[in-house]
């Protein structure tokens, strides 16, 4: 099919080009009747180059290839219409980009997880040489998912509307220790930093929002004594007031009161795209994802006595209006491989191919007698991350060939998708080195057409995992392995 597309593509775009040769006359062009004045030779030209470009997106596997593919057929059509008599046959191709353009919309298909995947098979001489090996039986993890004890969370933008210091707000409810309904609120800044304000039971870490935005400005505990946030049947009820850095009285609040049924989906929020130093990778799937509805709805931002508008959604979802407010009942947060300088503690497999030390659960793969991780399973009692690997990653402990390759995948439920990349291992005497990029980017799993919609206009929902990379230096002491890992952003001009 996408060869059929192109060809379409490529020959309906060159016959575009004849209209503008004919209309400043740069080939003998008899056998078309039709006069084309120099203003419609130019559409000619456009509808022709939109097209070509189309095809040439298309062959480079380019996702946007679309755009300029709906575009010119629909100038090409106008063209049709505009000259019949000689360019009625048009129509057919015009109709088939069409179709085949809102087929990539109109038909969900699910991300296919690796696992399913046949892949070649792995040698055990490449990765563990031809001598015998006595242990094989223990493996090492090095990596690390930490899970954030969240409940819900509120983003409210006034980014159109802004205050000198804020452009938006983040309530949060967590689990602490003493408590399942502790607040803590981000202040989204201008600057692109953050100020978080918590509630006295909560002791968050500062190191965990160097990757939120540019990192963290300000930390101060507030008494959110007086506010709320609950997600009920009619969507959103929210009060939340505290007193900012600068002493200013700070108010918001969401009573959401719609009789219509709320339909969420699942989302990868996009949290790690501005991140220029990360310190882990931010896994925000957000499961129960909605955005706040415009009618029935009361939104009120005020700070320092000034009342502020919140945006709006200019797309609408489900075929209702939208504000920007969106929320989440069920987030799952997790930082994905945060920074580590230390030793790896072995763990050694039973007679079984699975393996449970505390919240994490190990799938084995042999090979050969050698277990390898085929998948890694993380759980905080509500929810679970789960890492697989395909071919299964190699055994640290005795890994001896000079490169193993793979793929990854990285998941929470069915309805956030996947996060997919590749894995490649290295060794050099006593070194080892580890490499993981994302570079498949988020695959959605999402049914609902206005959302497919927009992650292909905007690529960025899909994309910006694909900008970071994990990368290990392992150093193999015989009788023990010293890792030191860290995250860096790659390719970060593809996606601003």
């Given at each position: 099919m996408k060869t059929i597309l192109f060809i379409i593509f490529l020959l309906h775009g060159l016959i575009h080009l004849m209209g503008f040769m004919k209309a400043f006359?740069?080939?003998?062009?008899?056998?078309?009747?039709?006069?084309?004045?120099?203003?419609?030779?130019?559409?000619?030209?456009?509808?022709?180059?939109?097209?070509l470009l189309a095809g040439i997106l298309l062959a480079f596997n380019l996702q946007s290839w679309w755009i300029p593919g709906l575009a010119g057929a629909l100038v090409s059509q106008i063209l049709v219409f505009r000259f019949w008599q000689d360019a009625r046959f048009g129509a057919i191709p015009n109709l088939m980009i069409?179709?085949?353009?809102?087929?990539?919309?109109?038909?969900?298909?699910?991300?296919?997880?690796?696992?399913?995947?046949?892949?070649?098979?792995?040698?055990?001489?490449?990765?563990?040489?031809?001598?015998?090996?006595?242990?094989?039986?223990?493996?090492y993890d090095p990596f690390?998912?930490?899970?954030?004890?969240?409940?819900?969370?509120?983003?409210?933008?006034?980014?159109?509307?802004?205050?000198?210091?804020?452009?938006?707000?983040?309530?949060?409810?967590?689990?602490?220790?003493?408590?399942?309904?502790?607040?803590?609120?981000?202040?989204?800044?201008?600057?692109?930093?953050?100020?978080?304000?918590?509630?006295?039971?909560?002791?968050?870490?500062?190191?965990?929002?160097?990757?939120?935005?540019?990192?963290?400005?300000?930390?101060?505990?507030r008494d959110f004594e007086d506010s709320f946030f609950y997600v009920k049947d009619h969507g959103v009820q929210a009060q939340v007031e505290f007193e900012d850095i600068h002493g200013r009285h700070i108010q918001f609040q969401v009573i959401e009161s719609s009789k219509r049924t709320r339909k969420p989906f699942g989302l990868l929020a996009p949290m790690g795209l501005t991140a220029e130093n990360p310190t882990a990778m931010p896994?925000?799937?957000?499961?129960?994802?909605?955005?706040?509805?415009?009618?029935n709805t009361e939104i009120s931002i005020e700070i320092n006595g000034r009342n502020h508008q919140s945006d709006i959604l200019p797309l609408p979802i489900d075929f209702t209006r939208m504000n920007f407010a969106r929320y989440c009942s069920n987030p799952l947060i997790a930082m994905f491989n945060p920074g580590y300088d230390g030793e790896l503690t072995p763990v050694t497999r039973n007679e079984n191919m699975t393996v449970d030390r505390g919240d994490i659960s190990y799938l084995l793969a042999m090979n050969e007698g050698v277990a390898e991780l085929a998948s890694r399973s993380q759980t905080d009692g509500k929810h679970i991350v789960t890492l697989n690997f395909n071919p299964a990653f190699p055994n640290l402990g005795v890994f001896s060939g000079s490169v193993a390759k793979g793929r990854f995948e990285i998941s929470g439920s069915p309805?956030?998708?996947?996060?997919?990349?590749?894995?490649?291992?290295?060794?050099?005497?006593?070194?080892?080195?580890i490499e993981l990029i994302p570079s498949y980017g988020w695959l959605p799993n999402e049914s609902k057409l206005s959302l497919r919609f927009l992650y292909k206009v905007d690529p960025v929902f899909t994309t910006w995992p694909a900008t970071y990379r994990w990368t290990a230096d392992i150093v193999d002491g015989r009788s023990r392995l010293s890792m030191n890992s860290r995250w860096e952003r790659i390719h970060q001009d593809a996606v601003n």
């Open positions: 006359k740069l080939a003998d062009l008899n056998k078309l009747n039709l006069t084309v004045s120099r203003m419609w030779g130019f559409i000619w030209l456009f509808a022709g180059l939109t097209l069409l179709v085949l353009v809102v087929s990539v919309f109109a038909k969900p298909i699910p991300p296919e997880s690796i696992i399913n995947e046949q892949m070649e098979a792995v040698s055990f001489e490449e990765r563990y040489g031809t001598e015998v090996l006595t242990d094989g039986l223990q493996f690390r998912i930490e899970i954030e004890p969240m409940n819900r969370l509120l983003l409210i933008n006034i980014e159109n509307d802004s205050d000198t210091l804020y452009v938006g707000f983040e309530p949060q409810i967590i689990d602490a220790p003493n408590r399942s309904d502790a607040m803590l609120v981000i202040g989204w800044r201008a600057d692109g930093k953050v100020d978080v304000y918590h509630d006295p039971a909560l002791q968050p870490e500062h190191e965990k929002y160097s990757i939120t935005g540019k990192g963290l400005a300000n930390m101060a505990e896994l925000i799937l957000l499961n129960e994802f909605y955005f706040v509805r415009r009618s309805a956030t998708g996947f996060i997919q990349g590749e894995y490649r291992v290295t060794r050099n005497g006593d070194h080892m080195a």
